[in-house]
Structure formats: structure tokens, C-alpha cells
């Protein structure tokens, strides 16, 4: 699975959108892009997920670029609660067998 | 949303002994399910691949022989950590796959389990 690079932490206003980068130059085509967020002490959640196409949910939005070798994950209005390790993790498809293998993920904090 | 159990949440135990942590699928079925361990600070390391009916697969540099992974029924895996010692002390996450592919991300996790050797 290609790796992925992303800032080791951001802050954001409480209110404001929070956009998280998140580089894989090295995807393949048969690749998606994983967003998880991890709260203090507690399992991983799911966020949103996406191929080629923007995707867009309850929760976030998620930007893949042309050339699918970036992405950004937007949580539109942030809250104190949307504090967290927000880690994005490139895998195959489940029918080939592809396994989430976590990176060093972005700490976001959201202030007021 | 899918529900994803572990029991205990947290555990303390002496060096030496073993222990049991239970990953249970409460209202769906799971062929896989994977094992994570989590120090402070640090993001979540896949140590296993867990599937029913047959032997888990570990992850490069994880001892088979020292977390023993079982996976008799569609929605229980156990891993045990035997003759536990103070390094093994860790958060422990599992996650379970759906099998019926009804939920496009089709991965849940646990809460995790607290583990703490003296």
C-alpha cells in the first residue's frame, strides 16, 4: 500500500473549517483514500472515503486532486468535539485484500 | 452503525501471566478481523490478521507464540498475551471486517482494551 504524508498537527478556530492535507504521490490506480479520526483513548472512526471523485457525507468532505496524488479532508464548521488524530490511510479495495496500516496521522485542535 | 465490542477495557496483571482480551462483531458476522497495538504517542501498528476457522497471519516482527489469536466463531476473536512482562503494556484495538459487504468502509473498531503489566 503507498504511504502517505501528513502534518503532525494543525489547530483551527472553533466554527471554522478545518482543512487537513494529506500527500500519497505514490497511489496506485486501484488505491483509495481512508480518512479515520482517532479521540483520545478510544478506537479509530471512520470518516469518508474515496477513489477519484470528491466525496462528501454527514461529516466531511473529502478533495482528491487530478492526479490523485494529494487529498484533503474539509470538516466544514469544527467543534471543540472534532478534536483529535486524524489519520489518512491509502489501501486497496477489501476484495483484494487490502489491510488500513496506520500512519503518524495529524493531531487537530480545535480551540475556542 | 455497526457495533464492535472488546472486553475487558482495561487490565492489570502481573508479569508473567497471560491474558485474554475478547473482540466481539455484536450485529454482524466477520470472516476478518484485525488486531492493532497502540503505545503513548504513537499511531495504531497492525499485528495481526485474524480469520475464522484458520490461523491468524502476523505481521512482520509480532510473535505468534507470544499473542495467541483465535478466531472460532464469526463474531469472537481472542488474542491472549501470554507471560506478559511491563513492555507488552499497551493499548490493544481490534477492528472487524463485515462479511455480507453492506457498509461501503466495511471496517469497524473497538473501543480497546487497556492493558497495564506490573
Known amino acids: 500500500d503507498a504511504k502517505t504524508t501528513q502534518p503532525p498537527s494543525m489547530d483551527c478556530a472553533e466554527g471554522r473549517a478545518a482543512n487537513l492535507p494529506c500527500n500519497h504521490s505514490?497511489?496506485?490506480?486501484?488505491?483509495?483514500v481512508y480518512w479515520y479520526r482517532q479521540i483520545h483513548s478510544q478506537g479509530p472512526q471512520y470518516i469518508i472515503h474515496?477513489?477519484?471523485n470528491n466525496e462528501t457525507n454527514e461529516m466531511a468532505s473529502l478533495i482528491i486532486t487530478e492526479d490523485r496524488k494529494s487529498s484533503t479532508l474539509i470538516l466544514p464548521h469544527a467543534t471543540l468535539r472534532d478534536t483529535a488524530v486524524y489519520y489518512c490511510?491509502?489501501?486497496?479495495?477489501?476484495?483484494?485484500?487490502?489491510?488500513?496500516?496506520f500512519g503518524q496521522g495529524t493531531e487537530l485542535s480545535v480551540k475556542p | 452503525g455497526a457495533v464492535v465490542s472488546q472486553h475487558p477495557s482495561w487490565v492489570i496483571c502481573k508479569s508473567g501471566t497471560s491474558v485474554k482480551i475478547e473482540c466481539r462483531s455484536l450485529?454482524?458476522?466477520?470472516?476478518?478481523m484485525f488486531w492493532y497495538r497502540q503505545f503513548p504517542k504513537q499511531s495504531l501498528m497492525l499485528m495481526a490478521t485474524?480469520?475464522?476457522?484458520?490461523?491468524?497471519?502476523?505481521e512482520q516482527g509480532v510473535e505468534k507464540d507470544k499473542f495467541l489469536i483465535n478466531h472460532a466463531s464469526l463474531t469472537l476473536s481472542t488474542l491472549t498475551v501470554t507471560s506478559a512482562h511491563p513492555e507488552d503494556s499497551s493499548f490493544y484495538i481490534c477492528?472487524?471486517?463485515?462479511?455480507?459487504?453492506?457498509?461501503?468502509?466495511?471496517?469497524?473498531f473497538g473501543p480497546g482494551t487497556r492493558l497495564t503489566v506490573l
Open positions: 477492528s472487524a471486517r463485515d462479511s455480507s459487504g453492506r457498509a461501503s468502509y466495511e471496517q469497524f
Open positions: 505514490t497511489i496506485s490506480g486501484n488505491e483509495y
Open positions: 474515496g477513489l477519484k
Open positions: 490511510i491509502v489501501r486497496v479495495a477489501r476484495n483484494q485484500g487490502g489491510k488500513l496500516i
Open positions: 450485529d454482524f458476522q466477520a470472516t476478518t
Open positions: 485474524s480469520n475464522e476457522g484458520s490461523k491468524a497471519t502476523y
